[in-house]
């Protein structure tokens, strides 16, 4: 069984950072692209970040590039989004996927208030 399980949003004040992780299962990990996409209240879900199979490869939404960081470690079957200098626009909830699949976690929330 395919499984994706994201971990570690929570509440942090604008400016601060928050570190996400996805712990991947069921699939040979090292082989696809993975993505973090975000959907906020009302919205439409948004691409936030890809890495290419390999990590060689990363791509940003213009909405964070400069102050998201997207990483994997095929060892360990995770990818990590680390988020720096967060605003109140970046709150939602922050999901995992296997980049062009309809494959999704439970995702987790990303709240920025002061």
């Known amino acids: 069984e395919v499984q994706v399980v994201e971990s570690g949003g929570g509440t942090v004040q604008p400016g601060g950072s928050l570190r996400l992780s996805c712990v991947n299962s069921?699939?040979?990990?090292?082989?696809?692209?993975m993505s973090w996409v975000r959907q906020a209240p009302g919205k439409e879900r948004e691409l936030v970040a890809r890495?290419?199979?390999?990590?060689?490869?990363?791509n940003y939404a213009d909405s964070v590039k400069g102050r998201f960081t997207i990483s994997r470690d095929n060892a360990k079957a995770t990818v990590d989004l680390q988020m720096n200098i967060l605003k109140p626009e970046d709150t939602a909830i922050y999901y995992c996927?296997?980049?062009?699949?309809?494959?999704w976690g439970q995702g987790t929330q990303v709240t920025v208030s002061s």
């Open positions: 996927n296997i980049y062009g699949l309809d494959v």
């Open positions: 069921g699939f040979t990990f090292s082989a696809y692209d």
């Open positions: 890495i290419s199979s390999g990590g060689g490869l990363r």
